[in-house]
């Protein structure tokens, strides 16, 4: 096990840009909304912060070739200083999340853990195992590209009840972005991890990736999928349901 290496200034970078973030949209952008959609708003308001930005910074770190290593990477290739910056600007963001939950919502035990465990990937894999970090930018950019959607869907919800326009945001978005998600995380996300999954099994990564450090990171990812899958399929029923009722006042 490699000792972590924390001599770089990104880290503290990004940890300070969502910081601010969070503060200007606590302080300024949502300060006259109520107390709880307040504070819910601002974690909202980072995770846009985060989210499409993450997918991109992704792309260009997976499509951008090394000298070093000319050959097409594979999930157990070594961590390159693209790669890096990108799990360093999730796991800033991960944390000042993380830090919001602590504060406001400590009851909210599956995001904390959910937080927790993502932290823990990509911590390990940026800080003391220095390869994978191919399979887990792929799973960032699925993870995240349905992130717009759900953060604007999301903050229409907190406003429907008193702001039309947000109702009817909120009603417009919620078949497609369902959709969507569903595609993302119910189909092509399993796939991958599927893939992930036989690679790490028939001990394709050598001794590149611990064992304890692909099993732990499966386990987490295979949850974090089960999870959105329920989530997805909740909602899925809650939407039928207020069609339903909607056809039977029409």
């Given at each position: 096990m490699g000792i972590p290496s924390f001599q770089t200034l990104t880290l503290p970078t990004f940890f300070f840009f969502f910081v601010s973030s969070y503060l200007l949209a606590y302080f300024r952008i949502f300060q006259n909304w109520d107390p709880k959609h307040r504070v819910e708003a601002s974690?909202?308001?980072?995770?846009?912060?985060h989210g499409t930005p993450a997918v991109f910074m992704a792309i260009?770190?997976?499509?951008?070739?090394?000298?070093?290593s000319p050959s097409p990477p594979t999930f157990s290739s070594p961590n390159t200083f693209?790669?890096?910056?990108?799990?360093?600007?999730?796991?800033?963001?991960?944390?000042?999340?993380?830090?919001?939950y602590l504060i406001f919502f400590p009851n909210d035990t599956?995001?904390?853990?959910?937080h927790l465990a993502t932290l823990y990937v990509f911590f390990t894999c940026r800080f003391i195992v220095h390869h994978g970090s191919f399979a887990l930018l792929v799973l960032l950019i699925l993870?995240?590209?349905?992130?717009f959607c759900q953060?604007?869907?999301?903050?229409?919800g907190y406003r429907k009840a008193d702001l039309p326009v947000a109702g009817k945001v909120f009603d417009l978005m919620s078949l497609p972005f369902f959709a969507f998600y569903t595609i993302v995380r119910g189909i092509i996300g399993p796939l991958f991890v599927y893939k992930?999954?036989?690679f790490y099994i028939n001990q394709m990564a050598g001794d590149s990736i611990p064992v304890w450090a692909w099993v732990s990171w499966m386990i987490v990812i295979v949850t974090a999928?089960?999870?959105?899958?329920?989530w997805v399929f909740d909602h899925w029923i809650d939407w039928f349901k207020r069609r339903k009722a909607m056809n039977k006042l029409a």
């Open positions: 974690s909202c308001f980072i995770s846009l912060t260009h770190a997976l499509t951008t070739h090394t000298t070093k693209l790669h890096n910056t990108v799990l360093e600007f999730s796991i800033s963001y991960f944390s000042i999340d993380l830090l919001h599956l995001f904390i853990l959910h993870a995240e590209i349905t992130s953060n604007v869907w999301t903050l229409a992930m999954g036989v999928i089960l999870i959105s899958i329920v």
